[in-house]
């Protein structure tokens, strides 16, 4: 029985489907939350459901919840709680409960479809890929290999993903996302995809990113600036996206304060360094930070951090200072300084 198969047969036997999202979640993990959910409809589930906790902000994720028309609940523990015993829980995008996600630690997950590189992965069906570019490619295979309807929106989805994720396939991409997107490209919806390419940008994304420009320190070809605080989180891999084109620089690390969290963004093209790997040894013991080699992100709890005082100016000093550090020491760099 194949992978699909296998998961097909182990939504055939549930009731109902919380899909979980992962914590501000983006087109890959949405679009393949609205994929798995066609597949549990075809397995029979009525009830279907699409959780996520934190914001929606980036501007190209509001457009591509609301072209597409993603109907999203944001989670709440009773969700999943007191559910009968044929009720499945899915992750998708994200493997681990409590890591990028509300879910209670000790929650017993169904399903786990995922592309992040991960070693704690307990599930009943588990697909880990690591080795692809994104999760939608996962499930755009099972939706070729179960012969589902891949009705427009749903190509759109995943296609809009699989550009996304890659970058316009330059970031991770391999043969498998071509191969999905070729497969796609005949059923998607080209003027939306041209529509959520070209999203209209706010004035605080902005403001965040000139906030990132002027305050950008370099230091062996790595790049490490803030936003300050910012009411917009996806702010962050946008100006990361933007200073990583600097020339000279090899790794881009953006880091800003999003209500009562730190939030870290990076971008890396040096083939020495795993920023994943390098952003989860920083951060490991104060929060929770990992990736690929060329992309990253955490997300650390303010904390301690508030308990030293309560105006925000002279916190988010304290915040800088102990933020960058930790880079500086994490990624191994030199004393020196370039601020240009």
Known sequence: MSTAQTLRELLASGSEINIICHNNPDPDCLASALALGRIAAAAGIDERRILYSGDISHQQNRAFVNLLDIKLRPFEPAAIEDRPEDSLLAFVDHAVPGANNRVPEETSVDIVIDHHPNEEIEARFVDHREHVGATATILTEYVRELE?????????????????????????????????????????????????????????????????????????????????????????????????????????????????????????????????????????????????????????????????????????????????????????LTDGSDDS
């Open 148 to 332: 589902l309807d891949a009705d427009t929106a749903l190509a759109t989805a995943l296609l809009f993903a699989l550009h996304r994720e890659t970058l316009d396939f330059l970031r991770g991409a391999t043969a498998a996302e071509h191969e999905a997107a070729a497969y796609l490209h005949e059923y998607a919806d080209h003027d939306l995809l041209r529509q959520l390419s070209t999203p209209s940008v706010t004035g605080a994304t902005i403001d965040a990113i000139s906030t990132a420009i002027d305050n950008r320190l370099i230091r062996d070809a790595v790049l490490i600036s803030h936003v300050g605080r910012t009411s917009e989180r996806d702010s962050l891999p946008q100006a990361a996206d933007y200073l990583a084109t600097l020339e000279g620089v090899e790794t881009a690390i953006v880091f800003g304060l999003v209500k009562d969290a730190i939030h870290i963004s990076a971008r890396s093209t040096d083939a020495r360094t795993h920023i994943g790997d390098a952003l989860a040894e920083a951060f490991e013991d104060v929060g929770s930070a990992g990736g690929h080699q060329e992309m990253a992100g955490g997300e650390i709890q303010l904390g301690i951090f508030a308990d030293y005082t309560t105006d925000d100016d002279q916190l988010f000093e304290i915040v800088e200072s102990v933020i960058t550090s930790r880079l500086i020491a994490g990624l191994n």
